[in-house]
């Protein structure tokens, strides 16, 4: 899976999710301040993604040092190999 | 103490959704009642149930909002919005210290069993996501809307089985008469899916009328039992001196409210407890049984209930009863929304100068035969109306209300 594809994926799944405009969905947003996800709706984009990706995420301590949507996609492209199917 | 009047009504119904549709079909008595043959394949032994038309929460809450709500309380949400802008209450009065919300609601049966089959399915918590927890607790509707509108007053839940509905409406009226809160935002929800039902069903307590228009039928000698129902009824309530100040237009006037528990049994109603809580009402408005116009009868159209609560009103009453509305033989029981309800549809007819009638209603018991129940839709708008709930384990409630006066 190339990482236009987990772009793709991930603003998909957080899309539908959290009803959120698709021009709002660039690298740079900020999950809280730029998306507006408060801490529930971190605990349901994790969820989300997981099954978006077939993955566990979890128990990742990474996800803490996640804030922007960049840094999602850099997060996913790092763990594709170890857990995301390949296509 | 501060006199407490009516600013605005709400409600989401088995009669309509909006305040026209609802007072039509209380003019019309036009019964909101199903039978719904999908019970039958789902173990229950009553098919009828109220059935809400066309309510979609979408149109009015977002996504994330209706994550943590439970449907019952997103159409709590649409009935109070309603309410508040009938009251044209100010965005930043609701967001005051001077607002609070007291709701009453007594289970939330269908978020348990959703969350129950999300478990089995994941496993593990991390897995279930966020919004269970806000739906599958009592609190939820006062939770959910108090923090979504900014009250920063009262802001908590009635649990009282039947009679929550009226006491929510009481304990907000007593908020206000002692100062506490200038506005209060209050009222009652009910679910109405087979979940929250089913083991009440088991008790064999609905009715197996095969008609759903004739099923409930309160204190006619025909009558078999209730008929499940539910959505939700809310009320805008206020000081009188606050609502004037504001120039608010006053709907009715909150004359007095009582309470009382049979301390005797969890089903069976005793024959003296709710007339307490009618006696304690009408010494709370300095009022005597004559001075009542109108009876709005919990009258649930069960044979045990209906017998206790006819017992009750002669005590108080005796012969000379005031002429008695029966509004489930409507909307079936709407439980921990009735009482509220009963109120919202009553302020209503107050508006348009009727009061509905009991179609369903032809012949009394041995019982009940002496009450004068209203039959056929009245052009005259309820007055000075005594409005009885009550609920399992013996828990009563009575609110009276001035209409025109």
Known sequence: MDISRIIEITNTALEVEFELDPKKLVPEAHIRDDLGLDSLDIVDMVIVLEKAFQIKLTNKKELSTLFTLGDIYGFLETIRDSNIDQE | ?405
């Open chain 2, 1 to 405: 103490m501060h006199n407490v009047v009516i600013t605005g009504v709400g409600a989401i119904s088995v009669l309509g959704t909006d305040h026209e549709s609802i007072a039509h079909a209380l003019y019309n008595a036009s019964c909101g009642i199903i039978a719904d043959e999908t019970r039958r394949s789902n173990g229950f032994r009553s098919v009828l149930t109220g059935a809400i038309p066309n309510f979609d929460a979408s149109l009015h809450l977002n996504r994330k909002q209706r994550k943590s709500m439970p449907e019952f309380a997103q159409q709590a949400y649409v009935a109070l919005m309603q309410a508040i802008s009938q009251a044209q209450l100010p965005e930043e009065l609701i967001k005051s210290e001077d607002c609070g919300i007291i709701f009453s609601n007594d289970s939330t049966a269908a978020s348990a069993f959703a969350l129950a089959e999300e478990k089995r399915l994941q496993g593990e918590n991390t897995s279930l996501g966020s919004g269970h927890i806000f739906k599958i607790m009592n609190s939820t509707v006062s939770m959910n809307i108090g923090a979504m509108l900014g009250v920063k007053g009262a802001s908590w839940t009635v649990s009282s089985a039947c009679s929550g509905g009226l006491l929510a409406v009481s304990q907000a009226v007593d908020a206000i008469r002692l100062g506490r809160q200038n506005v209060m935002l209050c009222g009652g929800a009910q679910e109405l899916g087979p979940e929250g039902v089913c083991a009440f069903d088991g008790l064999s307590a609905f009715s197996v009328n095969l008609d759903p228009k004739t099923a409930s039928r309160p204190f006619d000698k025909l009558r078999d039992g209730l008929v499940p129902s539910g959505g939700a009824a809310a009320l805008v309530l206020e000081s009188e001196e606050h609502a004037k100040k504001r120039g608010a237009h006053i709907l009715g006037r909150i004359l007095g409210t009582g309470y009382s528990a049979d301390g005797q049994d969890l089903v069976v109603p005793s024959h003296q407890g709710i007339a307490l809580a009618m006696k304690r009402a009408l010494k709370d408005a300095h009022l005597q049984a004559k001075d009542i116009t109108e009876i709005n009868a919990h009258a649930t159209s069960t044979i045990v209930g209906d017998i206790s609560e006819a017992i009750n009103i002669y005590s108080v009453f005796g012969d000379a009863c005031p002429k008695v509305m029966t509004l489930k033989s409507l909307t079936g029981h709407e439980f921990w929304m009735s009482g509220a309800s009963q109120l919202v549809y009553a302020t209503l007819m107050a508006q348009r100068g009727f009061t509905a009638g009991t179609p369903t209603f032809s012949e009394g018991d041995e019982h009940t035969k002496n009450l004068p129940v209203l039959q056929k839709t009245l052009s005259q708008a309820p007055k000075r109306m005594l409005c009885n709930a009550a609920g399992f384990g013996g828990s009563n409630a009575c609110v009276i209300v001035g209409y025109h006066e």
